[in-house]
T-cell receptor, first 114, second 114 residues
């Protein structure tokens, strides 16, 4: 059973550009979460999917952010018109309903906006 | 966003010593989890706690779910160099709009001197 995977691991972009990250959850995990982590802080919740439905979005998720999980498997997180304040580690986690709903994290995508 | 109060912020210990860290919140959580994060990687789940008063061990790690459901403790016995990393507590609520998402502490940076 492979773990959560994220791609790319690192992304450097110029301010104003759009970026897209991908997350592949653990197979058969129907819940998928996106978090953002800045240096010296714990991860902060961004959004959550159960299957293909986006059930909750944080106020941290501005209009420039959009997330999708079209077939209930992998998910993408897009940031439009990136700003320097978007520089952070973007983490994806997955879990399975019906059990203890423990969240397992991927390795993250480190975004640097120059 | 809300974060849990985790202490201490950092610890410098000698190999073989025991370590204790804790996490408190102003609100009640139904599940407490402890994660370890290495630089540039995602958090790895160490222990999950589901009932108030529960005491759970995983090897040299022992964690407790506080009776009030507003705190949790993690102890590491006989520390070894590979225990180095950042330890995060996380709380999870059940039901309502907050269901599923994790709220994290600020982390405890552990350094172990051989």
């Amino acid at each position: 059973d492979t773990g959560v995977s994220q791609d790319p691991r690192h992304k450097i972009t110029k301010r104003g550009q759009n970026v897209t990250f991908r997350c592949d959850p653990i197979s058969e995990h129907n819940r998928l979460y996106w978090y953002r982590q800045t240096l010296g802080q714990g991860p902060e919740f961004l959004t959550y999917f159960q299957n293909e439905a986006q059930l909750e979005k944080s106020r941290l998720l501005s209009d420039r952010f959009s997330a999708e999980r079209p077939k209930g498997s992998f998910s993408t997180l897009e940031i439009q018109r990136t700003e320097q304040g978007d520089s952070a580690m973007y983490l994806c986690a997955s879990s399975k309903t019906g059990g203890r709903d423990e969240q397992y994290f991927g390795p993250g995508t480190r975004l640097t906006v120059t | 966003g809300q974060q849990l109060n985790q202490s201490p912020q950092s610890m410098f210990i000698q190999e073989g010593e025991d370590v204790s860290m804790n996490c408190t919140s102003s609100s009640i959580f139904n599940t407490w989890l402890w994660y370890k994060q290495d630089p540039g990687e995602g958090p790895v789940l160490l222990i999950a706690l589901y009932k108030a008063g529960e005491l759970t061990s995983n090897g040299r790690l022992t964690a407790q779910f506080g009776i009030t459901r507003k705190d949790s403790f993690l102890n590491i016995s006989a520390s070894i160099p590979s225990d180095v990393g950042i330890y995060f507590c996380a709380g999870q609520k059940a039901g309502g709009t907050s269901y599923g998402k994790l709220t994290f502490g600020q982390g405890t940076i552990l350094t172990v001197h051989p």
